[in-house]
C-alpha cells in the first residue's frame, strides 16, 4: 500500500521561508511523477510544482516561480518543497501527490486529478 506523509509546515512571517517534506513508501513503480498542490477552503485543489523523478526539468506554476523549489533524495524516498520569500497568499494546506510517468510526460499539462496517491496534506500559513 502506498503511503505519502507529508510535513514542515507551519506559520510564518511574509518573506520567510519553509521546507517541506512529503515521504513516499509502498509505491512500486521505478518511474514516477511527485507534485505539491495546495488548497485553500473552499477553492480547487491547485497546481504547485511537479517532478519526474528520473530527471528533467520540474514545472511550477506561475505564482511560485523563482521562489518556491521542488527536490528530491531518492535514497530516502523523499521530495521537498522549499519555499522563500513567502507571501501570505501563499497560505495554504499544501498537499504532495504520485503517479506513474516517463520523460514524454508533459508535467505542465498534470492536474491533481491526474494524481492516484496522495498524503494527508500539511498546513501553511504566513502572516503579513
Known amino acids: 500500500q502506498v503511503h505519502l506523509v507529508e510535513s514542515g509546515g507551519g506559520s510564518v512571517q511574509a518573506g520567510g521561508s519553509l521546507r517541506l517534506s512529503c515521504a513516499v513508501s509502498?509505491?512500486?513503480?521505478?518511474?514516477?511523477?511527485m507534485g505539491w498542490f495546495r488548497q485553500a477552503p473552499g477553492k480547487e485543489r491547485e497546481n504547485v510544482a511537479v517532478?519526474?523523478?528520473?530527471?528533467?526539468?520540474?514545472a511550477y506554476a506561475d505564482s511560485v516561480k523563482g521562489r518556491f523549489t521542488i527536490s528530491q533524495d531518492s535514497a530516502k524516498n523523499t521530495v521537498y518543497l522549499q519555499m522563500n520569500s513567502l507571501k501570505p497568499e501563499d497560505t495554504n494546506m499544501y498537499y504532495c501527490a504520485a503517479r506513474p510517468c516517463n520523460f514524454v510526460t508533459n508535467l505542465r499539462a498534470l492536474r491533481p486529478t491526474d494524481f492516484h496517491y496522495w498524503g494527508q496534506g500539511t498546513q501553511v500559513t504566513v502572516s503579513s
Open positions: 509502498g509505491y512500486t513503480y521505478s518511474r514516477k511523477c
Open positions: 517532478i519526474y523523478t528520473d530527471g528533467g526539468s520540474p
